[in-house]
């Protein structure tokens, strides 16, 4: 027999970037606990509002599965004396396995207890079980209430806990669980009784709660869009937004408001931005992308006195777009060449300089690194104008103001002060990417000052010994350090890590050569660790990553082409015969005392076949190696394979004749080194 189940955690209303985190933790550790606690189920599904978070799980089994388990114990010859008799150590294991010594049964050498446990009715295990869920919740911060010793996001108020119709009881500090939840905070009642899950949905709806999450966001979405097009236009739906509006509300209704038109000589970005990050508003465009004066919000709550609603949502917006207004024109005023001087005034790091300091670093390691691509003379002017203006929209008013415009507004004052388009564009650039799955700079004076800045931001950081440890990382690195990976791969640069950290380092006045090579290899294992991580979301196998951060990684673009490559030719039949067979190579060629091959010494048909081979595809690899063909490599390298085959089976190696056996070594050593910075094909496992 089974019945549903449902628990849920009622509380004052919780931050909503908090609760996506919050429900993808409680459906695993019910699901993990569940599993362990050998109870069967069907479904689980997580649910939440600001105001609760909830489990539902169908059809739970009323009784958990019996367990049977063989558990190992000592050595037979530890377990009993001569005579037979147990031993401590036998009585010991056998107590400890809750059966009796005489019932322990000895197989391969051991002894094993056969433990048979009957599985116990499940409603004797929720209290327990729904208690350790709701208390492993971890949360970024926790608040503590009263004079309790509970901690959780936000006070708890009330516990719904049902097993069927059946309430599981269990207590938290402060708090019984029942059957007694609430409705929307103003518009439900205060106390509303469920008795099944199905009375649960039904009863929270009919107390204006929209209680599933993928509902609201359905609803959401379509009212915003209608809304949108009832308006004549279509509106901007940013998902990470609408992911937060969702759980800002528990019955939503979308609305229209508008501001005045006189706000549209502002860049669109700098009315975005109010909307989208300080109020929660989704901007409308019309047909052809330019900007209305309409935004769309969603209130908590039903369609009385909307209009009351719009008003306050208006005069709000209407205050931070004078503010924009104001900050804009009053910017304009002074050119961002004058501001940068102004940057000295602004503190780096700490034992670091200014942002002045940082801006004239920027400026040669920008240029510094183009020139190892070898830009043009008009380029590098590019860049170094770029890259002298790239901070200066931090003394702003409208950036100081809305910080989220640092970069965007560079690029707007850049373009009203008559700079270059490349070089207004090169400063918006040099900030990507800022997120996950942001767009990457698309210019070569964007790329250059984006590598520049973040490189000196990582070096800057690790000089001061502030590596991120664990899940701490406050200066952003690891992102910075994914941004220059993924630059790099996405513009096709070749280019050195070390040689761009060198000179970083020259730039922040590190001389102290140990320090030097600390923070080079450092730094080398930051990067070695992005790439991996891009490789495996890739879905490359471990042993082909393995295998290509063997041969090195400091150049990012050159690692990422040969891992491209092992990806496609590394699962095949022909390449697996290749690893069989290099690896063969390479563990004779260790034994080597000379490079040098002497024809004149081989002895057999298969020596010369493989000679010639080799030849060959030395000529081959040589040539695709200045093409970064590294597929074509490879194929080279697996046509070796049957010539090495044959090789072994009609040559002993190790002869006696120290001549000829050395002569074997030396053309099997430079066999092995074919490969060269590829791949270490040795690492493949052989499936």
């Known amino acids: 027999m089974t019945k549903d189940l449902l628990l849920e955690i009622g509380t004052e209303e919780i931050p909503a970037k908090f609760i996506p985190n919050a429900l993808k933790q409680l459906e695993t550790t019910a699901k993990t606990k569940l599993t362990d606690l050998r109870i069967s189920h069907d479904e689980i599904k997580v649910i939440g509002t600001p105001r609760r978070l909830a489990l539902v799980v169908r059809k739970v089994a009323d009784t958990q ?7 190992k114990g000592p050595a037979v010859k530890i377990a009993f004396a001569e005579d037979g008799t147990p031993t401590k150590a036998a009585l010991g294991f056998a107590r400890g396995q809750g059966v009796e010594a005489s019932d322990l049964v000895v197989k391969d050498g051991y002894v094993y207890a056969i433990v048979q446990e009957v599985g116990r009715p499940v409603a004797e295990i929720l209290p327990e079980l729904l208690n350790d869920i709701v208390t492993h919740l971890s949360f970024p911060k926790n608040m503590r209430w009263g004079n309790l010793d509970m901690k959780f ?32 905070r103003f518009l439900g009642k205060a106390e509303v009784e469920v008795n099944s899950v199905e009375d649960y ?22 009212q915003i869009e209608n809304l949108a097009v009832s308006r004549g236009g279509t509106a901007t739906i940013d998902e990470e937004l609408l992911e937060e509006v969702v759980h800002l509300v528990e019955y939503p209704t979308a609305l229209c408001g508008s501001f005045e038109e006189k706000y549209l000589s502002l860049p669109p970005e700098a009315i975005i931005t109010p909307m989208r990050e300080h109020q929660r508003y989704f901007p ?39 503010d924009a207004k104001f900050f804009f024109e009053e910017d304009k005023k002074v050119p961002l060449a004058e501001r940068v001087e102004k940057l000295k005034t602004i503190v780096f790091q700490e ?29 590098l002017d590019t860049i170094n104008r770029a890259a002298h203006l790239a901070k200066a929209d931090l003394v702003t008013g409208m950036v100081f103001e809305f910080t989220e415009l640092q970069g965007i507004m560079g690029r707007e004052y850049a373009h009203i002060n008559g700079e270059k388009p490349e070089v207004a564009e090169a400063i918006f650039e040099h900030y990507l990417p800022r997120f996950a799955g942001d767009v990457l700079p698309q210019t070569i004076a964007g790329r250059m000052i984006s590598i520049a800045d ?75 660790l992005r790439i991996k991580n891009i490789l495996t979301d890739e879905q ?40 069989q067979a290099l690896t063969r190579v390479g563990n004779l060629a260790k034994n080597a005392q000379s490079d040098s091959i002497n024809a004149n010494l081989f002895e057999t048909d298969a020596e010369h076949a493989l000679f010639k081979a080799y030849t060959e595809a030395k000529v081959a690899i040589e040539k695709y190696q200045q093409e970064k063909n590294f597929q074509g490599i490879l194929t080279i390298l697996a046509s070796l394979a049957a010539p090495i085959d044959a090789f072994f089976g009609a040559v002993m190696v190790m002869v006696e004749n120290a001549a000829v056996k050395n002569n074997r070594l030396a053309l099997l050593k430079a066999i092995s080194g074919l490969a060269g910075n590829t791949a270490d094909l040795t690492k493949i496992v052989v499936m």
Do not use: C
Request: net charge positive; glycine share 8%.
């Open 65 to 71: 599965a019996d367990k049977h388990s063989e558990n």
């Open 153 to 184: 996001v936000r006070p708890i108020r009330w516990i719904v806990a049902l097993f069927g119709d059946q309430v599981i009881p269990f207590a938290l500090p402060g708090v019984t669980s029942g059957k007694i939840t609430r409705g929307h």
């Open 201 to 222: 949905f039904a009863k929270l709806a009919d107390n204006f709660v929209m209680v599933d999450q993928d509902v609201r966001r359905r609803v959401i979405k379509e």
């Open 284 to 322: 409308v465009k019309d047909k052809s992308g330019k900007l209305l004066p309409i935004f769309i919000t969603v209130r908590n709550g039903g369609p009385e006195h909307i209009d009351i609603v719009r008003h306050g949502n208006e005069r709000v917006l209407k205050a931070r777009l004078a």
């Open 351 to 379: 034992g670091l300089g200014t942002l002045f300091d940082k801006v004239l670093r920027l400026e040669r390691l920008a240029v510094g690194i183009a020139k190892m691509q070898d830009a043009s003379q008009p380029e």
């Open 454 to 528: 973040k490189m000196d931001n990582i070096v800057a950081t690790f000089s001061r010994g502030l590596v991120p440890t664990g899940s701490q990382d406050p200066y952003a690195l690891r992102r910075q350090a994914l941004g220059i990976v993924n630059i790099l791969i996405d513009a096709k640069y070749h280019v050195s890590l070390n040689a761009i950290a060198n000179q970083a380092m020259d730039l922040l006045g590190i001389t102290d050569t140990e320090q030097r090579a600390k923070l080079l290899d450092e730094i080398q294992e930051f990067f070695r």
């Open 540 to 579: 490359l196998r471990y042993d082909m990553i393995d295998a290509v951060l063997a041969t090195g990684s400091d150049d990012i673009y050159d690692t990422w082409l040969r891992a491209r490559a092992i990806s496609v030719e590394g699962g095949t039949i022909a390449m697996q015969k290749t690893v």
